[in-house]
């Protein structure tokens, strides 16, 4: 079946510091790759996508690249902010009429000024 | 931009009472769905929906689950028995195509 792994967290930073949460994933076929956001009290956002390998996924300075060979998705950023403080979800979706995600357990940021 | 929506954000109801949660969709979308998260745990996928008819499921979404768009807009989850078990945020979502957008959620709190 299909899974997705993810870091343990929580992880905690100082502002400016390089990011990366780790993400690797098992699945049928060819998935397509999310990492989404949830800041206290809210929904998940889309941050960012990739659906081939290779693709390259990036907003807010946050970056991830599809590589099939290590069936990863690292999310990464080179210098975060406090703002950045959240829960991380990657994710991972098959194409057809179904289109359901699996989510990783997700990893909470915690950004220090 | 266009976005999700959900009402109620917060709903209480006692064990064994029917609640529907409400969504609206982004509109020009075609699939939608509800996930759950129980606290602490993983987001899960309940079901899928599509072209008025569901089109996938999870073990999780029995038979005290249901769907229905009961107008062009308006994307509705019923549980018609709630368990303490079902105490959990509870998210629409809808997609055109490649990308899933998910709503603010309800949280859903049985006592």
């Known amino acids: 079946g299909n899974s997705v792994t993810q870091m343990e967290g929580p992880v905690t930073l100082s502002e400016e510091a390089f990011l990366t949460i780790n993400c690797t994933y098992t699945a049928t076929g060819y998935p397509s790759l999310f990492w989404y956001v949830q800041y206290p009290g809210e929904g998940l956002q889309l941050l960012l996508k990739?659906?081939?390998?290779?693709d390259k996924g990036s907003n807010k300075g946050f970056e991830a690249t599809y590589r099939k060979e290590t069936t990863s998705f690292h999310l990464e950023k080179g210098s975060v902010q406090v703002s950045d403080s959240a829960v991380y979800f990657c994710a991972l979706g098959l194409s057809g009429s179904a289109r359901q995600l699996t989510f990783g357990s997700g990893t909470q940021l915690t950004v220090l000024p | 931009e266009p976005e999700v929506t959900q009402t109620p954000s917060h709903q209480v109801t006692q064990m064994g009472q029917e609640v529907i949660l409400r969504c609206v969709p982004i509109?020009?979308?075609?699939?939608f769905y509800w996930y759950r998260q129980i606290l602490g745990q993983k987001v899960e996928f309940l079901v899928s929906f599509y072209n008025n008819e569901i089109s996938e499921k999870s073990e999780i979404f029995d038979d005290q689950f249901s769907v229905e768009r009961p107008d062009g807009s308006n994307f509705t989850l019923k549980i018609r028995s709630t368990k303490l078990e079902d105490s959990a945020m509870y998210f629409c979502?809808?997609?055109?195509?490649?990308?899933?957008?998910f709503g603010a959620g309800t949280r859903l709190s049985v006592l």
């Open positions: 509109s020009n979308h075609l699939y």
């Open positions: 990739a659906t081939k390998a290779d």
């Open positions: 979502a809808s997609s055109e195509e490649v990308a899933i957008y």
